[in-house]
């Protein structure tokens, strides 16, 4: 029999339980003798737990779950999945079909039939960060100079009640009070703190919205916090990072959370390998000095502090909009600057004008190639933005998502990220300014020789 696992990500709900389990069955195709798929609740999800399937592909979920939603989720090859909506004492059929398109690319397609068919309908078409953050992101991105918190605040609202009109449509009552209430959480403990990301200047609205966060028993909260400070209170000339780093134990009374924000603040730096590679890391063994070194911290530092300024660059695959690969080294002789993006990511999109602006400016200019390469998993999703947007200077994608070789060598676990490298292939910048930085043009000139 094929070993396959099968997963639902599961949120769980306020409401009391009923006794009677929830019933999901259905068929899952498309699957090869190598695939793995998980049952996973996120109130546990680190215990992925193995469901069995008939060599036919049904199954059958018996789940004693709290009104919530729930995702499978095939996590290895060929990816693929669907979110459903689970609650005690419902029945439902999912029948589930992967369909590899090329090397590269899956589509899931899915019957859904029985109960809630209204809630899965809208977990799948309603996502928070797709209906709220997204607009809000490709609005302001860049563009934030004069944007004030109470702005970004109504504007979120106004998008999130948007939503709300379309869940009172919703039959289901536990459904519409337990997405109201999630909705609402990702809004004051996710959304909001994305102003820190695009606006220029923190007013005292943002000032109060940050002092009101439990920094102090809460790492998520804690994280928004150390965004805020980094963005908006570090002094002007002082490197924000190390001045983080630095306060930290000032900032937060728990040394667990201080920690944990000191380990997440290095492991995003050292995969950028700034200049200052090793002050950094002086600073963070001073945030707790005798802790041993998280084996991932160290082997990232190790890593990274080969692959700073004038440092060899490290070959890497991509394709172009016909299939054709080639590779890094095959654009040496002139300086590269790189954009990695994916149609899906709001961000990017916003720098797309930005893009084009610099491919203008440098279009004739022999020293330098402006270069874009997609994360896409979608390929036609891909072809058609190019398109759509004449998205003129080389456009490439690479397999495997964040899999890729570009990913793992260099970092890339969050776009846009923009990277420039000289004309002898040696690296420049891991992490260089963006195409909407005000001093983005003689950024690129000062490195150009």
């Known amino acids: ?85 689970v609650q005690n004492g419902m029945k439902a059929n999912i029948d589930l079909e992967i369909i590899q398109k090329n090397e590269a690319e899956t589509e899931s397609k899915v019957n859904y039939t029985g109960d809630y068919k209204d809630c899965y309908e809208f977990i799948n078409k309603e996502e928070y960060y797709q209906t709220i953050q997204t607009p809000m992101l490709e609005k302001y991105y860049g563009k934030g ?45 996710g959304g909001l703190s994305w102003f820190a990301e695009v606006g220029s200047k923190a007013d005292d609205s943002y000032l109060a919205w940050m002092d009101a966060l439990d920094r102090d028993n809460n790492v998520q909260e804690a994280m928004m916090y ?8 570090v002094p002007e000339g002082q490197d924000k990072s190390i001045t983080l780093l630095n306060n930290l134990n000032n900032l937060f009374t728990n040394k667990e959370i201080v920690n944990k924000l000191a ?20 600073a963070y063994c001073n945030v707790t000095p005798g802790r041993e070194i998280p084996a991932q911290i160290q082997g990232l530092y190790d890593h990274y502090k080969t692959m700073v300024p004038g440092a060899k660059a490290v070959n890497f695959d991509m394709y172009d909009m016909n299939g054709k690969k080639l590779t890094l080294a095959n654009l040496k002789g002139k300086a590269v600057y790189i954009d990695c993006w994916a149609t899906w990511c709001g961000p990017c999109k916003a720098e797309t004008p930005n893009m084009v602006k610099l491919y203008n400016h440098f279009k ?12 896409d998993k979608n390929q036609a999703a891909w072809k058609s933005m190019v398109k759509k947007e004449n998205l003129s200077w080389p456009q490439y994608i690479v397999k495997g998502e964040f899999d890729c070789m570009l990913c793992k ?13 000289d004309k002898k292939g040696n690296i420049i910048s891991l992490d260089a300014p963006r195409p909407s930085a005000p001093n983005i043009i003689e950024w690129i000139e000062s490195n150009l020789k």
């Open 263 to 282: 380990d997440n603040e290095v492991a995003n730096l050292f995969e950028q390998a700034p200049a200052n590679i090793n002050d950094i890391y002086t």
């Open 364 to 375: 004739n200019d022999k020293r330098i190639q402006l270069v874009s390469i997609s994360l």
């Open 145 to 189: 100079d004069n944007l004030t918190f109470a702005q970004w605040r109504q504007e979120m609202e106004m998008l999130r009640d948007r939503q709300f009109a379309k869940l009172n449509k919703i039959s289901n009552p536990v459904f519409r009070k337990f997405m109201r209430e999630d909705i609402n959480t990702k809004l004051e403990k």
């Open 226 to 233: 150390a965004s805020g400070y980094k963005k908006f209170l």
């Open 1 to 85: 029999m094929k070993k396959i696992l099968l997963a639902a990500m599961m949120l769980l709900g306020a409401v009391a339980v009923n006794a009677q389990k929830a019933v999901i069955t259905g068929k899952v195709k498309g699957l090869n003798e190598n695939s793995h798929v998980f049952l996973m609740n996120i109130a546990d999800p680190e215990n992925l737990q193995p469901v069995t399937v008939a060599a036919d592909g049904s199954y059958r979920l018996e789940l004693d779950a709290p009104d919530g939603y729930a995702r499978f989720l095939i996590v290895d090859a060929p990816k693929g999945g669907v979110k459903f909506y």
């Open 409 to 421: 060598e260099y970092g890339v676990t969050g776009i846009p990220r923009f990277m420039m490298f």
